[in-house]
């Protein structure tokens, strides 16, 4: 999808159109791995390795792909260190930790809720 660029105020947007920026925004941070991803760098900056091993389960691939889409997103920062080999960091830049204050709220919510939607599961699929 190719998506116009948006111009105006923020409160003009039109979240509901096709090529909203917004909506491209919304589709890119609302994957699981993205979510993870804000969620452990609002604590701390890591290396790419040190990202991957908190993240059970996700591999290099998908790691770089949701970095790299942070990062273009303005939601991450990228560090590099000049030294041999390199030493790369990744942080949350302040868009990011704004986020991450909704990724708790969606943590803390799963947290109070997960006995409920797992009895909903059971009940739906038995």
């Known amino acids: 999808?190719?998506?116009?660029q948006y111009s105006g105020s923020p409160e003009d947007a039109d979240l509901t159109r096709a090529d909203s920026l917004a909506r491209e925004l919304f589709s890119?941070?609302?994957n699981k791995w993205a979510?993870?991803?804000i969620e452990i760098l609002?604590?701390?900056?890591?290396?790419?390795?040190?990202?991957?091993?908190?993240?059970?389960?996700?591999?290099?691939?998908?790691?770089?792909?949701?970095?790299?889409?942070?990062?273009?997103?303005?939601?991450?920062?990228r560090d590099v260190h000049p030294t041999v080999p390199p030493r790369v960091e990744y942080?949350?830049?302040g868009p990011g930790q704004a986020l991450k204050r909704t990724v708790d709220g969606m943590c803390d919510w799963t947290h109070r809720h997960l006995g409920h939607i797992e009895a909903s599961r059971h009940r739906f699929d038995t």
């Open 1 to 4: 999808m190719v998506t116009k």
């Open 42 to 77: 609002g604590e701390r900056t890591l290396r790419f390795t040190e990202l991957r091993n908190e993240i059970e389960g996700i591999s290099h691939k998908m790691l770089t792909q949701n970095l790299r889409m942070l990062e273009r997103n303005g939601l991450v920062e």
């Open 35 to 37: 979510l993870l991803i």
């Open 91 to 93: 942080t949350l830049t």
């Open 28 to 30: 890119d941070i609302a």
